[in-house]
């Protein structure tokens, strides 16, 4: 049984560059989440799929985050036109049901924005 | 939404003492209490998590106990050891169909 995977694991890029993050979840899970976190920060949440709903965006940070999730399993999380600030690693997490299920976490993908 | 509070926001303590770390919950509804343990460079991981039809759960070292009338739940770990020394998150969830609201973290350090 795989765990939830994510890649880039390391992405180094050019402020107004665009990049994709890629998190494949365990399969099954209905649930997946998008999370931010700074060098020494906690855990900043950006957005939640769960099964058919709506996805809850209520933290992406500005209209330049958006992340779908395709088939209800592979999601990926473009970030357009990079700032400095952007700079963080991305932890993609899923869960089998939801926010009552134990949630399980990617390796994150380390974002460098130059 | 679910707001967390998670206190205090490092804790340091002797080798061998024990360590509490206190969270509170705003949404009387949440019923599901995790807490995540966060290593230095590493994913966090789930250690415990209690539901609202208990109010202790132990696993070793560890236990959580809630308060459901206060809306507070509480991490302890007794005889602590270096290998404790991390991040730990408390979260909480009202049902599936909502998020997992997570707290601030507590940075713990076990000093030899």
């Known amino acids: 049984g795989a765990g939830v995977s994510q890649s880039p694991s390391n992405k180094v890029t050019e402020k107004g560059k665009d990049v994709e993050l890629r998190c494949d979840p365990i399969s099954g899970h209905t649930a997946l989440y998008w999370y931010r976190q700074s060098l020494g920060q906690g855990l900043e949440f950006l957005i939640y799929f769960q099964g058919n709903s709506a996805p809850d965006k209520s933290g992406l940070p500005s209209d330049r985050f958006s992340a779908e999730r395709t088939g209800g399993s592979v999601s990926t999380l473009t970030i357009q036109r990079t700032q400095q600030e952007d700079s963080a690693v991305y932890l993609c997490a899923s869960s089998f049901e939801g926010g009552n299920s134990p949630l399980h976490f990617g390796n994150g993908t380390r974002l460098t924005v130059t | ?112």
């Open chain 2, 1 to 112: 939404g679910e707001n967390v509070e998670q206190h205090p926001s490092t804790l340091s303590v002797q080798e061998g003492d024990s360590a509490v770390i206190k969270c509170t919950y705003s949404d009387s509804a949440s019923n599901y209490f995790p807490w995540y343990k966060q290593e230095l460079g590493k994913r966090p991981q789930l250690i415990i998590d209690i539901r609202s039809n208990v109010g202790e759960k132990k696993d070793q070292r560890i236990a959580v106990t809630l308060n459901k009338t206060a809306k507070h739940f509480s991490l302890h770990i007794t005889e602590t050891q270096p290998e404790d020394s991390a991040v730990y998150f408390c979260a909480a969830s009202p049902s599936n169909d909502y998020k997992l609201s997570f707290g601030a973290g507590t940075t713990v350090t076990v000093r030899a």
